[in-house]
């Protein structure tokens, strides 16, 4: 099936610290995508990425649809204890399948 | 203002119990999704439907029947529940025919307890 692999699985940071994460596919996807998700809440979506190679930020976040169309990555910058939860890459071809998620630990 | 939303937020039942949940989205999108997120936060899709239409049907139990009465609404039916269906389940839901139809978004989720 079109299995996605995340990593890291979990990171703990300082507040202040940049993050990277990623996600890898043996299978192509035509859109990518990386959702927040908060302790007792519904992933929310942090950006959508439609072309390979495309680079696109929201705020203190980064995201990269890889050009093989396999791979994205999420960094974010000068991390804040609020970015603590739960991350998850999606890719979506005639549905959507999601990693396993990143956990991040932001410690002020 | 909830984009979509789920009723209840909590759900304990016994094992062999029938239950429903609800899901209401006022984005006027045209496909509504239901996830099981286990817990290992592993997120997996059940359903969706697009236009009243099932057009995505995962390797679920039998059990499970999803039920839209109009295209905002797609609620979640299980039978005879069992220890394993414990887990938080997700409404979402998106637009189809433009360009980021593929965006979805999520419900609050409602954990379903079975004793």
């Known amino acids: 099936g079109q299995q996605l692999n995340q990593s890291p699985q979990s990171m703990f940071i300082q507040e202040g610290e940049d993050v990277s994460m990623n996600c890898t596919s043996s299978?192509?996807?035509?859109?990518w995508l990386w959702y927040k998700q908060d302790p007792g809440e519904g992933p929310v979506l942090l950006i959508a990425l439609y072309k390979a190679g495309e680079l696109t930020s929201n705020g203190r976040l980064t995201a990269q649809f890889g050009i093989t169309r396999k791979d994205s990555f999420l960094n974010i910058s000068a991390s804040i204890p609020s970015d603590v939860g739960i991350y998850f890459c999606a890719g979506h071809n005639n549905d959507m399948r999601f990693g396993a998620g990143t956990r991040l630990t932001v410690k002020p | 203002d909830t984009a979509v939303s789920q009723t209840p937020k909590y759900l304990v039942t016994q094992m062999g119990n029938d239950k429903s949940i609800k899901c209401e989205q006022n984005l006027g999108h045209d496909t509504m999704y239901w996830y099981k997120q286990d817990s290992k936060k592993f997120l997996k899709i059940m359903f969706s439907?697009?236009?009243?239409?099932?057009?995505i049907n995962e390797t679920v139990p039998n059990r499970f029947s999803p039920k839209s009465p109009d295209k905002a609404h797609l609620n979640l039916h299980i039978n005879s529940l069992e220890l394993g269906d414990s887990a938080v389940y997700f409404c979402?839901?998106?637009?189809?025919?433009?360009?980021?139809?593929?965006?979805?978004?999520f419900g609050p989720g409602t954990r379903l307890t079975v004793l």
């Open positions: 439907y697009n236009n009243k239409e099932l057009i």
């Open positions: 979402a839901s998106s637009r189809t025919g433009v360009a980021s139809y593929n965006e979805q978004f």
């Open positions: 299978s192509i996807f035509n859109t």
